[in-house]
């Protein structure tokens, strides 16, 4: 199994800056890509930034020039340094990871979830 942990998150005033960061621990053989999605309530989640191991990063146009996401591939980290937050980007950020891990001897594909954590940006 993988699990991503995250921290971070918490309350903004509008004009602020706060960084989530996430460690995926594991029988993790590699990780090709890592990113935080974000859900509000009768929203589908969406895509916030990912970075793969190559550091190739996508960002949603909405965070485009405020966020930055960013990769440490020795420590299976990823860090989402978000600035100029807006009340919009009030939300449930989430983590994920994807890869291959080993499970009881064959390789195996992993695409894992954080648990989430709560970012709200007041006005």
């Known amino acids: 199994q993988v699990q991503l942990v995250e921290s971070g998150g918490g309350l903004v005033q509008a004009g602020g800056s706060l960084r989530l960061s996430c460690t995926a621990s594991?029988?993790?053989?590699?990780?090709?890509?890592m990113g935080w999605y974000r859900q509000v309530p009768g929203k589908e989640r969406e895509l916030v930034a990912a970075i793969t191991n190559g550091a190739i990063t996508n960002y949603a146009d909405s965070v485009k020039g405020r966020f930055t996401i960013s990769r440490d591939n020795a420590k299976n980290t990823v860090v989402l340094q978000m600035n100029s937050l807006k009340p919009e980007d009030t939300a449930v950020y989430y983590c994920?990871?994807?890869?291959?891990?080993?499970?009881?001897?064959?390789?195996?594909?992993?695409?894992?979830w954080g648990q989430g954590t709560q970012v709200t940006v007041s006005s």
């Open positions: 594991g029988t993790i053989v590699s990780i090709s890509a």
């Open positions: 994920n990871g994807k890869g291959i891990y080993m499970e009881y001897g064959p390789l195996a594909n992993f695409d894992s």
